[in-house]
């Protein structure tokens, strides 16, 4: 019977010193760690990894292509096989891409693909703001892939020796 009423006392014991934490925390000023997240964005680290998203260097890609050449290591790198990478038959043609599909139901955002990629044409993006409505949405072609924020990286520029 004594030791039902330890077990008691020390259950209502943590109870309080739980409610007593929770007051002293929820009704001081300058604790406020709510974000009111549709009119205010949360500020995400540096190294956060949103969707996979395409890069194109300015001046040297055009607006309707970004700098991938269709080598399809992004699409052996991703475990789920949510990227797939068509290059163009054509031997005599430089290589570009003649389909490239991002599955984004698939996607667990790991980031193999941007390490992969040997251009650096794709990046992690900082985009967390996926909902749809429907599941087809989230299946990005190359046009559409182009249509979303692409990142634009500056063209490397050389540096001239002055004499």
Known sequence: MAGRVAKFVEAWKSIFVGHNITMRRGYSR?????ELYPYEKPQLAERFRGAPQLVRIAGETSEKEG??????????????????????????????VASWTLDLTKC????????????????????????????????????????????????????????
């Open 30 to 34: 300058g604790n406020e760690v709510t």
């Open 67 to 96: 700098s991938c050449t269709g080598c399809g290591l992004c699409a052996k790198a991703c475990p789920v096989n949510c990227i797939t990478v068509e290059r163009n038959k054509d031997k005599e043609a430089p290589l570009k």
């Open 108 to 163: 667990m955002i790991c980031g193999l693909c941007a390490e992969a990629c040997p251009q650096a044409a794709l990046v992690m993006s900082h985009d967390y703001e996926n909902a749809v409505y429907a599941k087809d949405k989230l299946i990005y072609d190359m046009e559409r892939v182009l249509r979303r924020p692409i990142h634009i990286m500056p063209a490397a520029t050389t540096v001239s020796e002055e004499s």
